[in-house]
């Protein structure tokens, strides 16, 4: 633990992505440790934004859709020195974090993977060789598919799925039900099946796995956390909408072989899903930075925030093995779209109904305008891609 002689409020820590909910936990941890925090956010809608918490809101330039802006609005930010340590959220900042880590680190710590381990754990092809490799459990993957006739001359079974090696989330994912379907689609898309992963369809009928790591400088698993997402929006492979931690031994010991094989560092997220013919659950995906759910980490007693500040600062980094099961989260307005959605509505389990010892992933009562502004944002989301902005 840390110990009474760190004086936490000479450590500034700069959060990229205000827009990203799993920014208020760790606002809120940070400065309960002591540390000043600062946050870049792209809009005055950006939870972080609406939050009361930060010591600094920085409304600039942080946009998926302009990554090379950010990148440069970043670098002048990490090139002031005034943060001591720099920390991303999402896919899209880890990414502009490790390219450039060699030379950012000249001016702040940066709590991204080095350029090497990330690009190859973000690879979802790279990932299933590996654990192929290693006997890992995944969905059977066609490895060198660069036409139509290798894949369907390959072993696969219909449905299959073909998807990015890099995309995040279910982003560009093609559901494949029939041969028909395979020519049709693959006749009539501009893409080359290098850039691809081509596999088996798992049946999503049961849960889909998050597990949870956080990883020393010396390779050492110091925390390790597992949920399952009961619901998930949209219906097809979107994000959980409603997730409760489990005790899985099982995915535990995949997940930290995986990362340690992976040579990952800091906060990772390893998705799985449970395959229900045959009881196991199998990897999908690693992602090299902060989860979306981190709260959930948060409320099962495991803090992120002081491992990140433990391990970048050089300190002993505190074991938080053991957590809590059964802490359920949602996601109240993605919950009420698949509520709206799902012919399971009065069936799924747990029940949707069921709000006893469940916490909204936004909502505080102490600070409550990261869950309207956080509403507004995706409404107005929603309308832009309704007009196709």
């Not at 072993?155 to 093609?174: N, Q, T, V, W, Y």
Request: with cysteine.
């Amino acid at each position: 633990m840390w110990g009474e002689d760190v004086d936490f409020s000479k450590i500034h820590v700069l959060i990229l992505e205000g827009y990203a909910r799993q920014a208020l936990p760790f606002i809120k941890e940070f400065k309960n440790l002591g540390c000043t925090v600062s946050v870049l956010c792209n809009s005055k809608l950006d939870v972080a934004y609406a939050s009361r918490y930060p010591d600094f809101k920085i409304l600039g330039v942080c946009d998926p859709d302009r990554y090379d802006e950010s990148e440069s609005y970043i670098r002048e930010l990490i090139k002031t020195g005034t943060y001591d340590i720099v920390v991303p959220l999402v896919d899209f900042s880890a990414k502009i974090l490790s390219r450039n880590k060699e030379e950012f680190c000249n001016y702040s710590r940066i709590a991204s993977n080095d350029k090497e381990v990330f690009e190859k754990s973000q690879d979802k092809l790279s990932v299933m060789i590996e654990c192929a490799k290693n006997d890992i459990p995944c969905p059977k993957t066609k490895i060198d598919a660069t036409n139509l006739l290798d894949i369907e001359e390959s072993d696969l079974k219909f449905p299959i799925i073909i998807k990015p090696r890099r995309e995040c989330g279910a982003s560009g994912f093609i559901h494949i039900e029939n041969k028909v379907e395979l020519q049709k689609n693959i006749a009539s898309l501009d893409i080359s099946l290098k850039e691809y992963v081509v596999q088996e369809l798992i049946p999503q009928e049961d849960v889909n796995l998050s597990c949870n790591l956080f990883i020393d400088n010396d390779g050492e698993v110091k925390s390790c956390f597992v949920y399952a997402s009961h619901r998930w929006f949209p219906l097809k492979g979107g994000t959980g909408t409603f997730n409760t931690t489990v005790y899985r031994k099982d995915v535990i010991n995949t997940c930290v072989k995986l990362a340690k094989l992976m040579n990952l560092r800091g906060a990772v997220g390893i998705d799985l899903i449970h395959d229900p013919r045959d009881n196991i659950a199998k990897v999908l995906e690693i992602n090299p930075r902060i989860m979306a759910c981190a709260q959930i980490g948060f409320d099962a007693g495991v803090n992120l925030a002081q491992q990140i500040l433990e391990k970048e600062l050089g300190f002993k980094v505190t074991s938080m093995m053991d957590y809590k099961d059964n802490i359920s989260i949602r996601i109240t307005q993605s919950d009420i779209l698949w509520f709206l959605k799902s012919k399971n509505r009065f069936t799924v389990k747990p029940s949707w109904f069921k709000l006893k010892n469940v916490k909204d992933q936004i909502f505080d009562i102490r600070d409550p305008l990261p869950w309207f502004a956080f509403s507004l944002q995706s409404l107005q989301k929603y309308y832009d891609r309704r007009k196709g902005f």
